[in-house]
């Protein structure tokens, strides 16, 4: 068990963090000055989920769409720690997508307390540890090689898997709860 925390240094969850929060500090800039690509992603986003909360959708489907879309984009974040530098622009634009999205649906009211619910309890730590072992990555590329290197993949990896996948598998089933009793309270 703590062979999975091996490769989730503080340091780099902190640099985690500071990237993460440089790009949601961002958002509500980016959001008025409507940067078309920039919002592109985070308001198709907003428009499905704002879409699927008031339709009578099936609360499986809903589920896998939550759990699917957010742990393929931590996936592909902790894939770019293949490349120099990228996990510190994905953290960045991980921070500004969430950002939009909240600035959005809350119509800017209780921006940085919106991330203080069950569901961003979960999500952000797993979010910053994605982004601890994608920066932890890059440090392997900077100072490894061979199999000592390949070692640390799979141990990242697994860590991964067993640490934030999990955290994101909970937030899910807490916000399609979330999600299917505003429905029932709107009826």
């Known amino acids: 068990m703590s062979a999975l925390f091996l490769p989730v240094r503080l340091t780099l969850v902190l640099a985690g963090m500071v990237f993460f929060f440089v790009g949601y500090a961002a958002a509500p800039w980016v ?29 499986y489907g809903l589920f896998l769409f939550i759990f699917g879309v957010n742990s393929i984009s931590l996936t592909i974040d902790l894939l770019s720690g293949y490349i120099l530098f990228l996990p510190v622009l994905f953290a960045a634009w991980t ?17 940085f307390a919106a991330l203080l619910n069950p569901v961003a309890m979960l999500e952000l730590p797993a979010v910053f540890i994605t982004f601890a072992l994608a920066l932890g990555y890059n440090l392997q590329l900077l100072q490894g090689s061979g199999a000592e290197f390949s070692w640390k993949v799979n141990i990242y990896l697994h860590s991964y898997l067993w640490i934030a996948l999990p955290l ?20």
Do not use: R
């Open 168 to 187: 994101l598998f909970i937030a899910a089933i807490i916000e399609t709860a979330f999600i299917h009793w505003a429905q029932k309270i709107q009826d």
């Open 31 to 59: 959001y008025h000055k409507n940067i078309k690509w920039l919002v592109a992603f985070p308001m198709w986003m907003s428009v499905k989920l704002e879409a699927w909360s008031k339709k009578k959708i099936n609360v």
């Open 95 to 111: 921070g500004l997508n969430i950002g939009v999205v909240t600035f959005h649906s809350l119509k800017g009211e209780f921006y």
